[in-house]
Nanobody, 118 residues
């Protein structure tokens, strides 16, 4: 059974920083893409950032220059460093991984709350 476990959410003031971490565990053969999505109240879930096993990255326009995604392939972990946080970054952040046990499948973490407020 595969699990994605997130950590690092919390309350931060505007302009502050947070670092989210996600670790994938279980009978994993390989991981293709890992990423972070977020969902604010009343809005659809949206991609924040993603990274391939080769290190190619993709960011939402709204976070470019502020957020950095990184990955440790040996540990099956992905981190999201969030700087210059804004109130509009407030959301539940979900870790995502496209990984292979027997076949490739999309997996989600349970979500971690990020609140940016003074």
């Amino acid at each position: 059974q595969v699990q994605l476990v997130e950590s690092g959410g919390g309350l931060v003031q505007p302009g502050g920083s947070l670092r989210l971490s996600c670790a994938a565990s279980g009978s994993i053969f390989s991981i293709n893409v890992m990423g972070w999505y977020r969902q604010a109240p009343g809005k659809e879930r949206e991609l924040v950032a993603a990274i391939t096993s080769g290190g190619s990255t993709n960011y939402a326009d709204s976070v470019k220059g502020r957020f950095t995604i990184s990955r440790d392939n040996a540990k099956n972990t992905v981190d999201l460093q969030m700087n210059s946080l804004k109130p509009e970054d407030t959301a539940v952040y979900y870790c995502n991984a496209v990984l292979k046990t027997v076949y490739f499948k999309n997996y989600w973490g349970q979500g971690t709350q990020v609140t940016v407020s003074s």
